[in-house]
């Protein structure tokens, strides 16, 4: 390892102090040690280690205490732990490992058992923090896309309503429509996952058939540009209790997702009903086969015949459907594919089901 790690050793027994730290020297580390585990915790709030080996059997606080303590530290909540023991029990390690601990080291000490951990645990620390500064850095990105994405997509919309208010519809008006509503879907996947973690739902009384017929005129284009019929089916009308945005972005992922799968000149139906006291959506629709319906809802997945998108709006889709545990049922056979929502009894206003 290039870098200069600093381990911290926490452990009453000088002698245990003077041999770790012989045995840390010769990987060139930068070791600290003390037999006081109060002091240990308020110096490391001021240099943080990037490990610590911590005894269990000490006086005044015991090392499952200290690692308590630890935890509870902004600075130093993440640093890893490794318990140094002479107790051998499998409660004693279980406990350890339970409460924050990475490792378990029993003595007497091996000594290149205590590298090898060691070197192991700072290879998987280093791993988190750049795992870490690179989520950063994708925070950071979403946002800035999110941002240069905004006004270009209001302006093309506003000056293509213009255009067409003065020429008149065109197939190529309908293209450029049709490819700014797949950029805004886009758009608003980005937000969602930009803002999921701030952002407070806000559920409301949410007509199904009227917001359905909202999602489908909002992808009237998309569709035409493929010659696609959009029809909507109520067997059963009923209303639910949920964020209108979040249901948003269920109903459009699902709906665009059958756009840009279907083959031209084909159908997608979306059909509400309730089936033996279950209350569903189902999209159905025409065209290239799902391989996998596992993987589908996994972040970045894309099918291999059209490699396109980011691959996030299904995974979006999951996310929400397991916040309101509402049960997805995907069938893809014979080139006829269905997604089948299952609405759970609390989400609905039962007095407004007919």
């Keep these: 390892m290039n870098k200069k790690y600093t381990v911290l050793i926490i452990d009453d027994k000088k002698e245990n102090l003077k041999y770790l730290n012989e045995i840390l020297k010769e990987e060139d580390y930068n070791v600290k040690a003390s037999t006081d585990a109060i002091f240990a915790i308020n110096s490391s709030k001021i240099n943080p280690p990037h490990l610590i080996l911590l005894d269990i059997k000490m006086p005044d606080l015991n090392g499952f205490e200290v690692c308590n303590l630890l935890k509870k530290e902004e600075k130093l909540k993440d640093i890893p732990i490794i318990f140094i023991s002479a107790l051998n029990d499998i409660e004693s390690k279980l406990k350890a490992l339970n409460i924050g601990g990475v490792d378990y080291i029993t003595k007497p000490f091996e000594k290149e058992e205590v ?12 791993s988190k923090q750049t795992i870490s500064k690179l989520l950063e850095q994708q925070d950071f990105f979403l946002k800035k896309i999110i941002h240069e994405m905004n006004t270009p ?18 197939e190529q008006f309908e293209t450029i429509k049709a490819s700014s509503k797949s950029l805004s879907s886009i758009y608003n996947d980005l937000y969602y996952l930009s803002k999921k973690e701030k952002r407070v739902s806000e559920p409301t009384n949410i007509n199904l058939m009227r917001f359905l017929s909202s999602r489908m005129a909002f992808f009237d284009e998309m569709a035409n540009v493929k010659d696609i019929d959009i029809s909507l089916d109520i067997h059963n009308e009923f209303n639910i209790f949920m964020d209108s945005y979040e249901l948003e972005r269920v109903i459009d992922n699902t709906i665009s997702n059958a756009i840009k799968y279907s083959f031209e000149n084909s159908n997608i139906d979306i059909i509400l009903d309730i089936e033996e006291d279950s209350y569903k959506l189902e999209i159905k629709n025409e065209g290239i086969q799902i391989a996998d319906t596992k993987t589908i809802f996994d972040a970045y ?44 009894k609390n989400l609905l206003i039962k007095e407004d089901v007919i």
């Design 153 to 170: 997509l209001s302006i093309i919309s506003l000056n293509i309503d213009s255009l067409e208010s003065l020429l008149g519809p065109k």
């Design 115 to 126: 590298k090898a951990r060691i070197k192991t645990q700072l290879k998987i620390f280093e």
């Design 301 to 344: 997945y894309q099918q291999k015949e059209k490699n396109v998108g980011f691959g996030l709006g299904l995974s979006i889709v999951k996310d929400i459907c397991n916040k309101y545990k509402i049960d997805i049922n995907v069938t893809s056979i014979n080139n006829q594919t269905s997604f089948s929502y299952f609405f759970p």
